[in-house]
């Protein structure tokens, strides 16, 4: 059933909640999957769950921490060792943190793991994608971009931190990201396209004393779980529908409006640009 002609997906952050859903439902699409998250031993401990629950054997794992350049940078080694075509890479990682915390690298840790990392990424991981006759970049979004703004000034909110003005840049930065990254990919075999996953019970947020205020959201707005927050992403990796579809804000497994700023091009070229310094990217085109 599995085969080493199997396409290859990466899904980061895929150790809980909606990364860990799609990397499991996508082994029982035979996909040979890499589980990737921050602690090496949640990423074996969920690669060997992912391979006794869908009986693939094809799952493999490599930890790195997103607040890292230097770590995004060996991820994207060990996975050119390993593997020489990339068919599917899915940004999922993603943080909410009440506190104005710090990358490594010195940058406000939400817009660093949610939007640089995955920045640099996936440029580092494009000449594999490129090698797939079908390759798809999907990156998890959120609605609450929708409150999201850019201020290239204070980028890192270094005067007035709040948390969740922090997660709806990062989310804005997401899907600004895609629509750039799509237009660059046009007359390719890769697509790119972000969706938001609607409200889940996962462990979103529960790392900053957010537990009690997301129960109280959970129980007002009626979340999902997991598995049903995983099935637009899921969609997008594997739905041969969706093969040559790019460039698009999916929600509920349906192309969506995302908000008039995140259609605003020069911002993304900017994003991109400063995207670029930040992680010392050197392709700006
Ligand atoms: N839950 C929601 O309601 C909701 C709504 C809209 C959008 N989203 C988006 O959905 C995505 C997944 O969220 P989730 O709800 O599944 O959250 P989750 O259960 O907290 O899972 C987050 C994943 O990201 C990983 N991660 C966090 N920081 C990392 C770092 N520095 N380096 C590497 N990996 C890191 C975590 O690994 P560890 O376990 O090792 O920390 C975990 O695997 C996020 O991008 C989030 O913004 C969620």
């Given at each position: 059933m599995f085969n080493t002609k199997s396409r290859v997906c990466l899904v980061t952050g895929?150790?809980?909640?909606?990364g860990r859903e799609m990397a499991l439902a996508l082994a029982g699409q035979q996909f040979r999957v890499i589980v990737s998250g921050k602690s090496g031993k949640k990423c074996?401990?969920?690669?060997?769950?992912?391979?006794?629950?869908s009986g693939n054997p094809?799952?493999?794992y490599f930890s790195a921490d997103l607040a890292d350049l230097a770590q995004v940078r060996r991820l994207v080694q060990q996975v050119h060792d390993s593997f020489p075509t990339l068919d599917v890479l899915i940004n999922n990682a993603g943080i909410y943190s009440m506190r104005h915390l710090y990358s490594v690298d010195g940058y406000?840790?939400?817009?660093?793991?949610n939007h640089l990392a995955h920045f640099l990424l996936t440029n580092l991981l494009l000449d594999s994608l490129l090698k797939s006759d079908d390759g798809r970049i999907i990156t998890v979004s959120s609605q609450a971009h929708e409150r999201g703004t850019l201020d290239f000034n204070d980028l890192f909110y270094e005067q007035h931190y709040d948390g969740f003005k922090a997660y709806a840049r990062?989310?804005?930065?997401?899907?600004?990201?895609?629509y750039h990254l799509a237009e660059k990919l046009q007359n390719t075999a890769v697509t790119a396209n972000v969706f938001h996953p609607g409200f889940v019970r996962s462990n979103f947020g529960k790392n900053n004393g957010?537990?009690?205020?997301?129960?109280?959201?959970?129980?007002?707005?009626?979340?999902?779980?997991p598995a049903q927050g995983a099935g637009t992403g899921?969609?997008?990796?594997?739905?041969?529908s969706v093969k040559s579809v790019s460039g698009k804000y999916w929600v509920d497994k349906k192309p969506a409006n995302s908000s008039p700023l995140s259609y605003d091009k020069g911002l993304a070229q900017k994003l991109w640009c400063e995207s670029c310094d930040y992680t010392n990217y050197v392709k700006k085109d």
């Open positions: 895929s150790t809980s909640g909606i074996r401990q969920t690669a060997q769950e992912i391979s006794r629950i094809h799952i493999h406000e840790l939400t817009l660093a793991v990062s989310k804005l930065a997401n899907i600004l990201f895609t957010l537990l009690r205020f997301w129960a109280r959201r959970l129980i007002k707005r009626g979340a999902v779980n899921i969609f997008l990796a594997a739905d041969d």
